[in-house]
């Protein structure tokens, strides 16, 4: 008797979750629709749909086709109610945010000064950001973690963060001890992707690839509506591949020529430097002199663009996306390198994957990284936790 209670409780939960994705995809149904779509018995419908509707996921509206009688009633998710907090853990300080379920960024906060050199501090770190979080988190349905790195969603372990020193670390599983919720961890660009993909410029898209580009070059690959980790948590890795015309700077990885040595934001002030002789803190610095006019910082931009358009060419030539999505700090400068990339592009792929393929930067802009890490959350609900609480 108790593994068929167990039984029952399983089919109900399975069943609750196939209301809210459909509803999540359809807005607004029927009753009857939604027994119809999805061959269940009236009945049940009707019960779950209340215990929804009483626990506040669920409301009702008047709008249907009717054949002359009153509308019906339509039901629709209270993504408004939705929440979730994304934390998006940076090199030295970390972003955090409360979300809903339509991507609103409720509220904002930032951890700065982050000195992480172990699995145990970026746990404080998260743990201390966490706890500044708003009381209120009515419907709340958990954490969400992009951090730089390996990591293995389906575990929550984060196996190699080079920048922190850390390997094989349970982050999920010592998060969900310490506050009681669900918690996804996944790398920072396959994050940002599933916001994109979500609430972005590739919402509907199926095939598409993201380039991260900040203090380090990440990417992510989503081919038929699925954000792509690889058989070793290493799939979209853009910034490790190899030019055959580089400066021969060493990665942080070992190797020297790879495109982050040429594209980063710490790459754009260092050849600044080299063009120049003059020391600039960032690629944001060289971006406001460029913007001044200052041709040297220009140039830089230029011949970044050049670098990246090839290997998005190849990018694109591979795995043929329906779009590409720029995203991150230097993505600000898109009006100064984008020419000479797209030129690039142009020279390099075959004339119909050239223009089938789009090539924008995120619309997402700095809330890319936290809106990503909350996504994951709803991600993992819809799939998973069947509409629990």
Same mark, same amino acid.
């Given at each position: 008797?108790? &593994?068929? %209670?167990?039984?029952?409780?399983?089919?109900?939960?399975?069943?609750?979750?196939?209301?809210?994705?459909?509803?999540?995809?359809?807005?607004?149904?029927?009753?009857?629709?939604?027994?119809?779509?999805?061959?269940?018995?009236?009945?049940?419908?009707?019960?779950?749909?209340?215990?929804?509707?009483?626990?506040?996921?669920?409301?009702?509206?008047?709008?249907?086709?009717?054949?002359? $009688?009153?509308?019906?009633?339509?039901?629709?998710?209270?993504?408004?109610?939705? %929440?979730?907090?994304?934390?998006?853990?940076?090199?030295?300080?970390?972003?955090?945010?409360?979300? /809903?379920?339509?991507?609103?960024?409720?509220?904002?906060?930032?951890?700065?000064?982050?000195?992480?050199?172990?699995?145990?501090?970026?746990?404080?770190?998260?743990?201390?950001?966490?706890?500044?979080?708003?009381?209120?988190?009515?419907?709340?349905? *958990?954490?969400?973690?992009?951090?730089?790195?390996?990591? /293995?969603?389906?575990?929550?372990?984060?196996?190699?963060?080079?920048?922190?020193?850390?390997? /094989?670390?349970?982050?999920?599983?010592?998060?969900?001890?310490?506050?009681?919720?669900?918690?996804?961890?996944?790398?920072?660009?396959?994050?940002?992707?599933?916001?994109?993909?979500?609430?972005?410029?590739?919402?509907?898209?199926?095939?598409?690839?993201?380039?991260?580009?900040?203090?380090?070059?990440? *990417?992510?690959?989503?081919?038929?509506?699925?954000?792509?980790?690889?058989?070793?948590?290493?799939?979209?890795?853009? *910034?490790?591949?190899?030019?055959?015309?580089?400066?021969?700077? %060493?990665?942080?990885? *070992?190797?020297?020529?790879?495109?982050?040595?040429?594209?980063?934001?710490?790459?754009?002030?260092?050849?600044?430097?080299?063009?120049?002789?003059?020391?600039?803190?960032?690629?944001?610095?060289? &971006?406001?002199?460029?913007?001044?006019?200052?041709?040297?910082? %220009?140039?830089?931009?230029?011949?970044?663009?050049?670098?990246?358009?090839?290997?998005?060419?190849?990018?694109?030539?591979?795995?043929?996306?329906?779009?590409?999505?720029?995203?991150?700090?230097?993505?600000?400068?898109?009006?100064?390198?984008?020419?000479?990339?797209?030129?690039?592009?142009?020279?390099?792929?075959?004339?119909?994957?050239?223009?089938?393929?789009?090539?924008?930067?995120?619309?997402?802009? $700095?809330?890319?990284?936290?809106?990503?890490?909350?996504?994951?959350?709803?991600?993992?609900?819809? /799939?998973?936790?069947?509409?629990?609480?």
């Amino acid at each position: 008797m108790r &593994y068929e %209670r167990s039984n029952k409780q399983m089919i109900k939960q399975v069943n609750r979750r196939s209301i809210l994705r459909f509803l999540w995809d359809q807005e607004k149904a029927s009753r009857a629709e939604i027994a119809r779509k999805l061959h269940l018995n009236p009945a049940t419908i009707t019960n779950l749909t209340r215990e929804l509707m009483e626990e506040g996921w669920l409301s009702e509206t008047e709008g249907g086709d009717s054949s002359g $009688g009153r509308p019906p009633i339509l039901l629709k998710l209270n993504r408004k109610k939705m %929440r979730m907090i994304g934390v998006d853990v940076g090199i030295h300080s970390m972003k955090f945010g409360l979300v /809903d379920g339509e991507g609103e960024m409720l509220w904002s906060w930032i951890l700065n000064d982050c000195r992480i050199q172990s699995g145990d501090d970026l746990l404080s770190y998260i743990k201390e950001g966490i706890q500044m979080a708003p009381e209120d988190l009515t419907h709340f349905l *958990g954490l969400g973690i992009g951090m730089h790195g390996f990591v /293995d969603r389906g575990t929550g372990v984060v196996h190699i963060a080079p920048s922190f020193g850390i390997e /094989d670390f349970p982050l999920r599983e010592r998060l969900e001890a310490a506050f009681g919720c669900a918690v996804v961890v996944e790398n920072d660009v396959r994050a940002m992707a599933a916001g994109e993909r979500w609430f972005g410029l590739v919402a509907g898209v199926r095939d598409f690839f993201l380039i991260n580009i900040g203090g380090g070059v990440g *990417g992510a690959i989503c081919m038929n509506g699925r954000i792509q980790s690889g058989g070793h948590h290493m799939a979209g890795e853009i *910034g490790h591949l190899t030019l055959s015309a580089h400066d021969g700077v %060493r990665c942080s990885c *070992g190797k020297a020529g790879c495109l982050e040595t040429e594209i980063s934001s710490k790459a754009l002030a260092r050849k600044y430097q080299t063009r120049t002789g003059q020391s600039c803190a960032d690629g944001k610095a060289v &971006y406001e002199l460029a913007v001044e006019g200052d041709p040297d910082a %220009r140039a830089v931009f230029t011949e970044m663009g050049e670098k990246m358009g090839w290997s998005l060419a190849n990018v694109i030539q591979l795995l043929n996306p329906e779009r590409v999505i720029v995203a991150g700090g230097v993505s600000h400068a898109w009006d100064l390198f984008a020419p000479a990339m797209m030129a690039v592009i142009k020279e390099a792929c075959v004339p119909r994957i050239y223009q089938k393929t789009k090539v924008a930067p995120t619309a997402l802009r $700095g809330k890319a990284g936290v809106l990503g890490a909350a996504t994951l959350v709803i991600e993992d609900w819809m /799939d998973v936790r069947g509409g629990e609480e």
